[in-house]
């Protein structure tokens, strides 16, 4: 059976317009030149769907739709509108138009409404409160959506950090106030720009391939990842941002929003904190390695005394010409060590250029303990990699961490204990373990092992900052370190290095 449509409109040309595509669409048409008439015929024929013009002499369309609604309420009502009126349109939606559409009527358009207004009137009375339903709870869910937004970018502009928003194609597509004030400036508004304007140049190179790897990642579910990078502010300044980064997808578009902290001045308190550190470290084995310098000096200076004797003979000479120079030797190697483990570099950077070779860090470490008292009475057990590992990193830096595991170790065994120093290849990354037959940690200990200022030892001997260089210097280079202690039995840390 074909569906009824009732077309009501005073004006004949567009009654006769629309009963024309109407009636070549498989829709049985009723016409009326006014809403009496076409009240008359609802109330005689059965009536799938009124379309009516909104404005006509005498009642008007939403007069119609009133009358509608209190005698024949499952009858959808289509609106036409001359003028886009919004106070008529809203009348209508009010009033339950089902639908309203603008003159000049375009086919599709009306065919296209006229659809949906049949199924409509075929639902049944439940779906029809469904229909109702559903369009209240997008109406609820659009209000709630321009809230969250609200609240959304209420917070992006209240927070200290910078949050950047960039496409796939590396160009920025949104940024908070902070970024603005920190980065944009009136001739750069870095919206729109490739994200590289905010590099500088010397690190050009490793934040693309940062930003690659992370765009390339197949993972398309939202994902973090952090790094520390050094961005250029407006002023041309260089900061140390650490950066989170997460991907997410936005119907077809995929986004990834950076939220940069700056944290230049956590740096500069860490490097004044491994200052103090290295201060400390030299401080304890200063006083054992002038105790080695006065024995060069005592076999130097004895000698050339016997040599400089009018009656010393060629022999004697000779000897002593050999233990000077043979002694000089030593001390240059050991100034040559205590300059490189205790050198003050400016800046506290991981340049990515850093490389080192870990078994020459780990012979420089311990030719400066040899020197020293300290390992004396250590059962040393030293066992390297044959060949040479290449790992990324700073050679003092790297000694610095070797070092301070390794008087740790000799404290835990009161000095007297046994030290393994193992340096090999696990799953093709170079690795160092330090272990000790010493006193161990309890858990206690160990949740606090990385801490600051945390140390169990007395007042003087331990500065509780050894630890947390550790750590410092690992965050720095991405060097993995584990610990496995047992109180009573001993420690061993592990450090895996990424490979050079
Ligand atoms: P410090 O050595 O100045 O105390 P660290 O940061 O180097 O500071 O170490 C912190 C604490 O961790 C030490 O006081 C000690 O209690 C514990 N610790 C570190 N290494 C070992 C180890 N090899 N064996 C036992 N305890 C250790
Ligand atoms: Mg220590």
Known sequence: MKPKVLIIDDEETILNALSRILGRSMYEVYLASSPEKGMHIIQNSVIDVVISDIMMEGLSGIDLIKWVNQNTPDIPVILITGNPDLTTAKEAVQYKAFDYIQKPVERTKILEVLKKAIEFRHLTEKNKQNFYETIRRVENLTKRNQDLNYQNSIILDTTVD???????????????????????????????????????????????????????????????????????DNKGKEISCDVSICKYRIGDETFYTGIIRDISERKMLTQKLIESEKISFLNSIASSIGHEINNSLTAIMGFIELAIQPNADLSLKDKAIGIAYSQGQKLRNLTYNLLTLGKSKEGWDASPDDRTELNSCLDEVLEVFEKSNRLKRCDLQVQKHPSSLPIQGNKE?????ISNLILN????????????????????????????????????????????????????????????????????????????????????????????
Not at 422 to 445: A, L, R, T
Not at 455 to 472: A, H, S
């Open 162 to 232: 910078c949050v950047i928003t960039v496409r796939p194609n590396s160009e920025i597509f949104s940024i908070n106030r902070s970024t603005r004030e920190r980065f944009a400036t009136v001739d750069m508004p870095i919206v729109g720009e490739h994200i590289s304007v905010l590099y500088p140049p010397k690190y050009e190179k490793i934040l693309n391939r940062i930003f690659y790897i992370i765009i390339n990642q197949n993972t398309i579910s939202p994902r973090r990842n952090s790094a520390e990078i050094v961005l250029l």
């Open 397 to 401: 830096k790297i000694g610095l961490i």
């Open 409 to 500: 170790s000799a404290d835990a065994t009161n000095n007297t204990g046994r030290i393994s120093i193992h340096s090999y290849i696990d799953k093709g990354e170079p690795c160092i373990s330090i272990e000790d037959n010493g006193m161990g940690m309890s858990q206690e200990v160990l949740d606090k092992l990385y801490e600051p200022y945390f140390t169990t030892k007395p007042v003087g001997k331990g500065t509780g900052l050894g630890m947390f260089v550790v750590r410092e210097i690992s965050r720095l280079y991405g060097i993995k370190y584990a610990v496995d202690s047992k109180p009573g039995v001993g420690t061993k840390f592990t450090l895996r290095f990424h490979k050079a």
